[in-house]
């Protein structure tokens, strides 16, 4: 991990405990206990959306005889968000394993994966910004004036947001991966020209031949991004369902405010793993609003946590041993040389 990593999830872990000492660890831990083996159902609720986003890459796929299925997609869906739910990668590494693990499953061509994923990828993040302002219009009938800096707050996240996806959408139209490959090899020219990076300028180049080709298919972006923008929907029902474990139940529309407007705040903080502590502290702020007390609101966010590691852990465990198979595979094709 680098030392900015480190730095950030020290400071996650410092705010994740400074604010559970806040409201008390014995009372956040009780109404934690209240939902018990319902954390289970939590998790297993979640394979709901996680189906969805499988779909939304899925339709990309051509179908031959050397594509990968569905399976595949919620599969790689599966371990990618294990990685970024737990690993300190910054939400770059979900993406990039996802790219490889399509790749080795028989994709037509390592280009094509990495367009398949950068575009649903980014159909998801649009899909996401569309969902927070959801949640900011629904906000819009919980504040009261002197409240309004609270929904300054969240339209400033989305709007980060929202720069980001246009900084990163805009550049796929105009060549980002060559751009970068050709920039990262003037670079490393200047210490070592011992190097030959044109290869690697090739394939970056192909996958931004890929990407356009995929962005012309209008009718797969369009139903990409309409089935992430469900995902995200469906994921409420997590929010409703932990609540009513833990014997907080709210109304579908305090879940929609809770979990559009608590995703958008994790979204902004996705350089922290986990987004330790900043989920925590905008499910304080926006809990309020809906009449959730303190305890239930660090219950909530400890309750998604729970269903990262239910989830998560196996995913990374699946991972490993699917890499391992992998390189076994590959080592045993390659014919020995006396």
Not at 171 to 192: D, E, H, K, V, Y
Request: glycine content about 12%.
């Amino acid at each position: 991990m680098s030392r900015a990593g480190t730095f950030l999830l020290s400071a996650g872990v410092v705010l994740f405990i400074a604010l559970l000492g806040w409201q008390g660890f014995g009372s956040v831990a009780a109404t934690l206990a209240a939902a018990g083996w319902g954390l289970i159902a939590v998790a297993a609720f979640h394979v709901v959306p996680l189906v969805i986003d499988a779909a939304a890459i899925s339709i990309f796929f051509y179908r031959n005889e050397r594509d990968v299925t569905f399976r595949d997609a919620l599969l790689a869906r599966w371990a990618g968000e294990s990685v970024n739910s737990l690993m300190p990668a910054g939400q770059i590494g979900g993406p990039m394993l996802m790219v490889c693990y399509l790749a080795q499953r028989g994709m037509r061509a390592r280009d094509a994966a990495a367009a398949v994923i950068t575009i649903s990828t980014t159909m998801q993040t649009v899909a996401q910004l569309l969902f927070a302002l959801i949640g900011v219009v629904l906000l819009t009938g919980y504040v009261s004036g002197s409240s309004s800096s609270l929904t300054f707050a969240v339209l400033g996240v989305i709007g980060f947001i929202g720069l980001m996806i246009f900084g990163f959408y805009l550049p796929q139209r105009r060549g980002l991966f060559g751009r970068a490959m050709r920039f990262a090899s003037n670079i490393a020219a200047r210490f070592s020209k011992k190097r030959d990076w044109s290869s690697l300028v090739t394939r970056a180049e192909a996958v931004d031949a890929a990407v356009h080709e995929l962005y012309r298919e209008r009718g797969k972006v369009a139903a990409s991004f309409g089935l992430s923008l469900l995902g995200w929907i469906v994921g409420t029902g997590e929010v409703w369902l932990a609540l009513s474990l833990l014997g907080h139940p709210v109304g579908w529309t305090e879940a929609l405010l809770l979990e559009s407007l608590g995703q958008a705040i994790r979204g902004a903080a996705f350089a922290i793993p986990g987004s330790l502590g900043v989920q925590e502290g905008g499910y304080l702020l926006l809990a309020r609003l809906v009449g959730l007390p303190p305890e239930a609101a660090l219950a909530l966010s400890l309750a998604k946590h729970a269903r990262e590691l239910l989830l998560g852990v196996p995913g990374i465990v699946y991972l490993h041993f699917v890499e391992k198979g992998w390189q076994r595979r590959r080592l045993a094709r390659v014919p020995d040389i006396d």
